[in-house]
C-alpha cells in the first residue's frame, strides 16, 4: 500500500503525535509520519519521534527575524523529506499566508473547542465561563485565518458540575487522541 508522507508540528509534549504514531504501527494504516518538526529545541515531541525512530527537525522561530523567513525555512525542510500532507499537533505559531496557501488543503490542525466556538488559547476555561454544557474539539483545514478552517470532524464531552479547565482538558484531550488517527485516516483513504 502507498502510504501518504507526512509532517507533524509539534510545540509541546506531544500526545497527539504519539496517537499518530501509534496508528501509523498498522500497516493497513494510510500514512506514514516521515518528519517531526518543531519549533521548540527541547519539546518533549522531538523525543518521542526519535523514540519511534523518525527523523526530526528544529526550525527555531528565533532564529528567524521574520515570520516569511521562519515559514520559509519549514517550507524548505518540509521539501527535503519529500513531504506530503501536514498534522498541526500542538504547534504554537501563528502561519503566514504564503505557508498556508503553499499546503492549501493539505495541512489539518486539531484544536480544542467545537469551533468556530472559541478561538485560540484558554479555550477550556473560556467554555466553563461561558457556561457551555459541552465542550469538545476539532480536526479542521488549515487557512490563513487562525483556527478559521473548514471543520472536517468534531468530537463532543459534557461539561460537568465540579470541572475545572483542568479535569475539562483531561476529558478533551482523551477525545483528541483518539479523533486525529481515526480523522486523518478517513481523509487519506477518501483521497484515493
Ligand atoms: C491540544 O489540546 C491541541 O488541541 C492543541 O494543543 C494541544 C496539544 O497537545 N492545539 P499535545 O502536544 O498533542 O499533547
Redesign the pocket.
Known sequence: MEKTRIAVL?S??????QALIDACRDPAYPAQIVLVLSNIPDAY?LTRAREAGIDTAIVDHRDHATRDAFDAAMHQVLLVHDVEFICL??FMRILTPGFTQAWAGKMI????SLLPKFKGLRTHQAALDAGESEHG?TIHWVTAELDSGAVIAQAHVPILANDTADTL?TR??AE?NKLYPATLEQLLTRKE
Do not use: K, M, W
Open positions: 509539534v509541546g509534549r506531544g500526545s497527539n503525535l515531541g499537533a500542538g490542525n486539531i484544536h480544542p474539539c482538558a478533551v484531550l483528541e
